[in-house]
């Protein structure tokens, strides 16, 4: 296990590795950038009342959001700490009544969505590895 602060520093390791390919790669590359560092944000320990990102939440006055996903998941549980489907149950917990399905704009938007969701996916990866992979 590793303390909040170490997997601060992995996510913006990661966000910086995503940048550096972003000038190979391409603009995607960007937004997945900017995903992972959202991870600042987005922590798969978001199950925990007092995490760092918890912490981001309550100093803009949003600590209050994550109670409920807090009360629903065990620490640890695949829900919240399994990569693909930890990223994509935050993102739905947050994003679903936000999200304008019908609206044409979203056709626009959907691929820098989707590459910010895979930048988030890698700093879960992290995230999850430097836990040792609980299974």
């Known amino acids: 296990m590793t303390t909040g602060l170490n997997h601060d520093r992995i996510t913006i390791a990661l966000s910086a590795g995503l940048t550096g390919s972003a000038l190979a790669v391409g603009p995607y590359a960007l ?18 009342p007092k995490c760092r990102a918890r912490r981001r939440w309550r100093n803009i006055g949003l600590g209050w959001l994550w109670w409920p996903y807090d009360k629903l998941l065990p620490h ?3 829900w919240s700490h399994w990569p693909i489907v930890g990223t994509a149950g935050r ?5 679903w009544p936000l999200l304008g399905w019908g609206d044409p704009v979203w056709l ?3 691929p820098w969505f989707a590459a910010a969701a895979v930048g988030l996916a890698v700093a879960d990866v992290g995230h999850w590895v430097a836990d040792g992979c609980p299974i």
């Open 31 to 48: 937004a997945a950038a900017g995903g992972a560092l959202a991870g600042l944000w987005l922590s798969p320990d978001l199950d925990l």
């Open 76 to 78: 640890r549980s695949p």
């Open 91 to 95: 993102l739905l917990y947050l994003g």
């Open 108 to 110: 626009i938007w959907w």
